[in-house]
Nanobody, 117 residues
Framework: QVQLVESGGGLVQPGGSLRLSCAAS????????MGWYRQAPGKERELVAGITSGGTTNYANSVKGRFTVSRDNAKNTVYLQMNSLKPEDTAVYYC???????????WGKGTLVTVSS
């Protein structure tokens, strides 16, 4: 099994920045894709950003130009740098990882990001 633990959430003012981290541990074979989803109150969970082990990234249109996803393969850790935060970015952010060798997707428990003045 693989465990994902997020950190870095909190309260930030509009226009501010936060950096989320997610560390994977356990019986890891190869985390081919890592990334972030988010779920705002009353809304469905949505993809924020993803990154492959080779460094290819993709982003939701709503965060392009403001958020940057990166990873440290040696540490099995993925990051989400969030800049120019808006109130509509308020949500619980979930880390996710996918192992193609096991056809398994893993989820963290989530970290709350609140953007408010």
């Amino acid at each position: 099994q693989v465990q994902l633990v997020e950190s870095g959430g909190g309260l930030v003012q509009p226009g501010g920045s936060l950096r989320l981290s997610c560390a994977a541990s356990g019986s890891i074979v190869s985390l081919d894709i890592m990334g972030w989803y988010r779920q705002a109150p009353g809304k469905e969970r949505e993809l924020v950003a993803g990154i492959t082990s080779g460094g290819t990234t993709n982003y939701a249109n709503s965060v392009k130009g403001r958020f940057t996803v990166s990873r440290d393969n040696a540490k099995n850790t993925v990051y989400l740098q969030m800049n120019s935060l808006k109130p509509e970015d308020t949500a619980v952010y979930y880390c996710t990882a996918y192992e193609s060798s096991r056809l398994m997707r893993y989820w963290g428990k989530g970290t709350l990001v609140t953007v408010s003045s």
